[in-house]
């Protein structure tokens, strides 16, 4: 690849779903950051704004977040949805927009608010309404005495058009397919309830010692009046993991504690071209060396990761002993025991500063936070190659390469 750089990058704190940021639309919690982003770097020019959104209202919501920012009006802005890919996603876009010459200077992240995302509702015509209806026609807009439907109609069906969960896969829509998803990948790797319970308590671990020590001071930054991290649980003990109970009603082994939260939090960063950086006099600690997307099984998709990994060493002529750290989006604890069976070397180097599963995962922004999380592990360890990855619903698998 040809050289993109990270100048910088901020995030917010990471809000429990509907608590300090339980009335803050999402693409307000994005321009506050977006705000103190622009503040603090001073971008002589930016050429695009391409961020991550999974469950907000659509209607290419980083333009919304960038106006509510102040930002011109001349910076174009796109909205990526690779669920929780989706900010690594764009990250990687905005390189290809640099590497290709279209652009210096690109803002990329996400931001998510699960605590403000709107009810989606199905179509009357939709087939799937007229398919859970008494219609013997089976007219997609017809029910019962051949009257037009409404919404009015079909709840009397018993049918409720309502959802809040994206339909991932063929087949019926079913809310809980990433948590069937997970429960069928830890069945299918015979992944035990003590390998996961280690890295959930690691996890807490992890993170409460960061933020104790202040190790994350330099990339968050508080709006809306959190200054903390809502998830991480210093308390967390086996003993509270042990009665848990599993949240799938079917199901064996997911729980409260293996599956991540679902959150708040916006983050972003600042990349940019060796021209840039020569024109204005600037230095940049962190170059962007390569990427890999794939494609996986969609019925597991934590499993997704894997290739997504291997791909990227294979691409990049390296191996796993080439990386200093590995930053891994923790929407299961599952992940990271797939991960650390892999490569059962990089235990240490491995979240280092702790996972999803104690902050959280706020879905569009996830990938940007833990590139930010990768640099400090790589800056504070002194590692020249980082890998950032993640799992994405209906099985993507997504990795970045960093070098410093």
Not at 26 to 32: D, F, I
Not at 283 to 309: E, H, I, Q
Request: hydrophobic residues 40%.
């Amino acid at each position: 690849m040809d050289k993109v750089f990270i100048l910088g990058g901020l995030r917010s704190y990471i809000g429990v779903r509907n608590s300090a940021y339980r009335h803050v639309p999402a693409e307000h919690l994005g321009a506050a950051v977006l705000k103190e982003l622009t503040a603090r770097y001073q971008p002589s020019k930016i050429d695009m704004i391409i961020c991550g959104n999974c469950v907000g209202g659509g209607g290419n919501i980083t333009r919304l977040m960038a106006l509510e920012a102040g930002l011109s009006e001349s910076i174009p802005s796109v909205t990526v949805d690779l669920q929780c890919a989706s900010s690594l996603e764009a990250v990687i876009t905005a390189a290809a927009r640099i590497q290709s010459g279209l652009a210096d200077l690109v803002i990329a992240g996400g931001f998510e608010s699960s605590s403000t995302q709107p009810l989606r509702s199905y179509n009357p015509n939709h087939p799937y309404v007229s398919s859970h209806t008494d219609n013997p026609s089976g007219n997609p807009a017809y029910i019962h005495d051949g009257s037009p439907a409404d919404n009015s109609d079909v709840r009397r069906t018993g049918l409720s058009l309502t959802y809040s969960t994206a339909k991932f896969i063929p087949g019926p829509h079913r809310e809980d397919v990433m948590l069937q998803g997970a429960e069928k990948t830890i069945c299918h790797y015979h992944i035990s309830p003590g390998e996961m319970d280690a890295w959930v308590l690691e996890s807490h671990r992890r993170a409460y010692k960061a933020a104790r020590e202040g190790l994350l001071d330099s990339i968050t930054v508080p709006v809306y009046g959190l200054d903390h991290d809502e998830g991480i649980r210093p308390r967390l003990n086996q003993r509270l993991l042990d009665r848990l109970p599993c949240v799938l009603r079917d199901g064996r082994y997911l729980n409260a504690a293996n599956a991540c939260t679902m959150n708040d939090g916006a983050a972003f960063l600042l990349l940019c071209s060796e021209p840039y950086l020569k024109k204005h006099k600037l230095s940049a600690r962190f170059r962007l060396a390569n990427a890999c997307t794939v494609g996986a099984d969609p019925l597991m998709s934590p499993a997704s990761v894997l290739p997504a990994v291997k791909g990227l060493l294979e691409r990049s002529g390296l191996s796993m002993n080439d990386i200093g750290a590995i930053e891994c989006n923790e929407a299961f604890a599952a992940i990271d025991v797939l991960i650390n069976r892999a490569y059962p070397d990089q235990a240490s180097r491995y979240n280092q500063l702790g996972g999803a599963l104690a902050y959280g995962h706020p879905y569009g922004a996830s990938g940007a936070i833990i590139l930010l999380h990768l640099m400090k592990s790589m800056e504070l360890s002194e590692s020249s190659r980082g890998i950032c990855c993640a799992a994405a619903a209906g099985g993507i698998g997504s990795a970045i390469l960093l070098e410093q």
